[in-house]
Each structure stands twice: as C-alpha cells, then as structure tokens.
C-alpha cells in the first residue's frame, strides 16, 4: 500500500508541473541567446567611456524590456555600463516629481506629439549627456511608438536642435513583429530618409553635469508640472542654468515663496498639473480627464493610484 501511494503521489506531481515533462520551466518569450547583440555591447561601450558626470536619457520608455532578439524583463543598459542611466518602465524608479517629469517627456514621444527641440534641453535638465535611441524593441508587444517614427521624430528632416549628428549601431533591426505598425498612405518619403536602426545615440550639445550648482537669484517659477516644463523648452524658454522651482512646492507657505521670487525671477504660468487620475497600465492612454475642483469620485477605483508631485497642494 505505502509503495503504490507513493508512485501514486509521484505520478501526481509530475502531472502538476508540466515544467518537467514539456521543458518549460519558464515562458518560451523568456528565451533568447546567451549574449547580448555586438552592437548593444558597441552602443553601450561607447557610451560607458564618455565618463559619468552625465546620464544617458534612453527613449523610448517601454513597459518591459521586450527587445526583438529576446525578453530580459529589465532594461540591459544598467547591467552593462557603469554610467547613471534614466529610461522610463511601467514601475516608476525615483522621486515624485523626476518620475512625472520623465513621464511628461516619453509621453509626448509615444504619442507623437513631442517638439524635437524640447528634447535636448529636458536632456540637460536631467543631468543627461546622450540619448540612446531603442531601436530594436517589441513595439507592438505594449503599443509603443514605432521604432521608424521613433527615428524620423530625432533625424528628420534634421537632427534635432541641441543634438549632435547620430551614431548608429547595427544594420539592421533583427526578428518581425507579429502585429507590424500600418504605413500611411498620406505620408510620402523623404529624401535622404534612411531606415530605423537597431541602436542610435545622439550627443547633447552643451551638457549639463548631474552635479551643479545653480544661482538663487534669478530662478524660473513654474506654475505647473512636468509637461509644464516639456512644453516651456519646446517654447526655447527652458534654460537648465537656471534654477527651476514648481509654485506648487510651496503650497502652504506663501511666505518662502516670496523669498523665492526675486526681482531677477521669470513666472511662467502653465495649464498643466492638472488633478486627474493616472493608471499605470501601459506607456500610453493611462491619464483621466481634467477634474474639478472638489470633485470625489462615484466609486473607489483601485487601479487609480496617483502620484503627486507637491502632496501638499490642495485643488
């Protein structure tokens, strides 16, 4: 008896795990080839030995690092360079007002709404000395903006203000996508338009180091929040030399924020720091509408989970 329930309970356990007896252990996306592509490893090399007074602003953000050569969760570029590294992921990493302002930036570039000429100088307000363009991801695995209107955005019909020329890695995007973006008919090619590569770099013109120290006597006040700020360097009107305060910060405290507003300050008065909920399910479309002042919601939604910049502000 004790020998037949104990073959008995095995047989069990094997049909339980099917990991065992169909060799899969994990999800076959999960499987990729041990080494990394040459020209990640050139990419990053490269951008390894231009120091680390500087980060490298990776575009665009993606849920998951899914490339089209393998799934590997999280994004390689921390994992094979020492150099300070911001991208943006569906888990935010950092404090309240970095994560909604690199939002407000990767936002604007899925969604094809982004002035090139913002980019460098938000790059230099982030401390961020490259742009490292992902070429090579699983575009249509979490709806992100294409890798080919990714590269036009930055090249077309020239390199972006404040970005040097590219440098690109790679001659070509590996794998298919299963669900291929739709070309536009309306749209007709540029000339000298080349294709998307896998991995492209852009230096930032006049960078800034992620270390410095800003005079006190002449700061920008916004009234806003990140896409405030995208949106004043789209303007030209974003100098990173200058000390950026948000008005909100100093909800409650009228007084420091007189202190704040020198003769020599610049008030910029934007429509954005809006109270809206904010989902994070995906890159794209996880924003609510404007709400008014007051406002409580007709049912408690769970996946709402906000994340306020100045928790002290009120409506």
């Known amino acids: 008896v004790g020998l037949t329930a104990a073959a008995l309970v095995g047989v069990l356990v094997l049909a339980n795990a099917p990991g065992v007896w169909n060799g899969r252990y994990y999800s076959p996306y999960l499987e990729r080839d041990e080494q990394v592509p040459g020209y990640w490893r050139a990419a990053l090399r490269d951008l390894n030995a231009r120091g680390n007074a500087t980060r490298v602003l990776a575009l665009p953000g993606a849920d998951f690092a899914a490339y089209r050569w393998g799934m590997t969760v999280d994004p390689i570029e921390p994992g094979l360079m020492t150099r300070p590294f911001v991208g943006r992921e569906l888990v935010p990493w950092g404090s309240a007002a970095s994560t909604n302002l690199l939002n407000a930036l990767d936002s604007r570039v899925q969604d094809r709404l982004i002035d090139p000429d913002a980019i460098a100088p938000v790059a230099r307000l982030m401390g961020a000395g490259d742009v490292l363009l992902r070429g090579d991801l699983q575009t249509d695995r979490f709806n992100l903006v294409s890798a080919e209107e990714a590269w036009r955005l930055l090249t077309s019909p020239s390199t972006a203000a404040g970005l040097t020329e590219p440098r690109r890695y790679g001659t070509r995007i590996p794998g298919t996508l299963r669900y291929p973006p739709l070309p536009d008919p309306a749209r007709r090619v540029q000339p000298g338009e080349t294709a998307a590569p896998p991995v492209a770099t852009f230096g930032v013109i006049d960078p800034q180091p992620i270390l410095r120290a800003k005079d006190a006597t002449d700061p920008v006040v916004v009234a806003g929040d990140g896409d405030g700020l995208v949106d004043l ?59 008014q002042a007051g406002e409580q919601p007709l049912r408690t939604d769970l996946l709402d989970q906000r994340l306020d910049p100045f928790p002290t502000a009120t409506d």
């Open 233 to 291: 360097s789209a303007s030209g009107l974003l100098d990173p030399r200058r000390a950026i305060l948000y008005s909100a910060a100093f909800a409650g405290d009228r007084a420091a924020l007189r202190t704040a507003t020198t003769p020599g300050a610049t008030l910029v008065i934007t429509d954005s720091n809006r109270r809206r909920g904010l989902r994070w399910s995906g890159m794209r479309a996880n924003t609510g509408y404007t709400e």
